[in-house]
């Protein structure tokens, strides 16, 4: 099925790997510090920029036509701002702590340059279908990393996932002590870092096996 076609699979497929939009490209560095100081607010987060990033990429390429080149980023933020508040107000309803956790970052997703970018780069020049991949891809790929740096600071730094204990009470008994640097911004830009570092160090090794 054309839907399903190879071309298809890695416009999804790529920004999980090969592409990742903070991996690779290095972009949404911000967002990833500061909402990874626990598990759940950066599952919520990768979800939200997800979901806004699929949505705002199948209407801009809706209409990509009918825009004027010369107000084109007007548009997108327009159509990026709606469906930021949309998301907003629906995980103050239904999730209000994480709401409270995340702060004004849901906000700001406006300005994630991992959003702009796939509109700009890919929204504005392909087919709804192929942008909806594009922005899952792009979208869970971000994800990807959030969930890895905020489980690994919330287990290190709280002892904990998801707000349960995981951590034995009998290791901290042992004298074990949770690292509070962990909890600091400043470490999830070093987990970053390192996990750019294995992703990196992975593939140009595989690279040179070739």
């Known amino acids: 099925m054309a839907l399903f076609s190879k071309q298809n699979k890695d416009v999804l ?9 903070i991996l ?13 100081s626990q ?17 705002s990429n199948v209407i801009i390429s809706i209409i ?5 080149m010369r ?12 469906l930021v508040t949309i998301v907003s107000q629906m995980l103050k309803a239904f999730a209000y702590d994480v709401s409270v956790q995340l702060s004004v970052y849901v906000g700001l997703i406006i300005t994630n340059c991992i959003l702009m970018g796939r509109l700009e780069a890919f929204a504005m020049m392909n087919k709804p279908w192929p942008s909806f991949l594009d922005g899952i891809g792009n979208g869970l790929g971000y994800a990807l990393i959030l969930v890895i740096v905020g489980a ?14 995981i951590l034995p009470e009998s290791l901290y008994n042992m004298g074990y002590m949770n690292n509070g640097m962990m909890t600091m911004p400043a470490m999830a830009l070093i987990l970053v870092g390192c996990v750019i570092w294995a992703h990196r160090a992975y593939f140009y090794k595989e690279e040179e096996n070739k």
């Open 13 to 21: 497929g790529k920004p999980l790997n090969l592409d990742n939009p």
């Open 24 to 36: 690779v490209q290095v972009l949404g560095i911000c967002s990833a510090l500061a909402v990874t």
């Open 39 to 55: 598990l759940k607010p950066a599952i919520v987060m990768g979800l939200a920029v997800t979901v806004i990033t699929a949505f």
């Open 64 to 68: 990509r036509k009918t825009i004027p």
């Open 71 to 82: 107000i084109r980023i007007i548009v997108q933020l327009v159509v990026v701002a709606a």
């Open 152 to 165: 690994v600071r919330e287990l290190l730094g709280r002892g904990s996932l998801l707000g349960f204990q």
